[in-house]
């Protein structure tokens, strides 16, 4: 199995950046899609965007498409969430997930690991 261990989250600014990383150890990272979710207080697990083991197709949800970018770099067994442009609603702990297919999916049960999350606070 694969464990993954977020970081990079914080408080920034509405307007600002911030870079997520999803760093992932034991099995080898390049055998799994790779998938980021968030969760807001009282809300469901929501999907926001997933790559394709070899980094070649992404996929991103609308309210974020144009703002993020989700890179991977398998000889370093990481990936990462560039945010950018960030707005208050998209305050959440996010999520890095590992999906044992070629390209993952939009919804939670497409994936068989999960980190422990990392809080992402946008400030208006």
């Known amino acids: 199995q694969v464990q993954l261990a977020e970081s990079g989250g914080g408080l920034v600014q509405a307007g600002g950046s911030l870079r997520l990383s999803c760093a992932a150890s034991?099995?080898?990272?390049?055998?799994?899609?790779m998938g980021w979710f968030r969760q807001a207080p009282g809300k469901e697990r929501e999907f926001v965007a997933h790559?394709?083991?070899?980094?070649?197709?992404?996929y991103y949800t609308d309210s974020v498409k144009g703002r993020f970018t989700l890179s991977r770099d398998n000889s370093k067994n990481t990936g990462y969430l560039q945010m950018n442009l960030l707005k208050p609603e998209d305050t959440a702990v996010y999520y890095c997930?590992?999906?044992?297919?070629?390209?993952?999916?939009?919804?939670?049960?497409?994936?068989?690991?999960w980190g422990q999350g990392t809080q992402v606070t946008v400030s208006s």
């Open positions: 997930a590992a999906a044992m297919t070629y390209y993952g999916g939009t919804g939670p049960s497409d994936y068989n690991y």
């Open positions: 034991g099995r080898i990272f390049s055998y799994y899609a």
């Open positions: 790559i394709s083991r070899d980094g070649g197709r992404t």
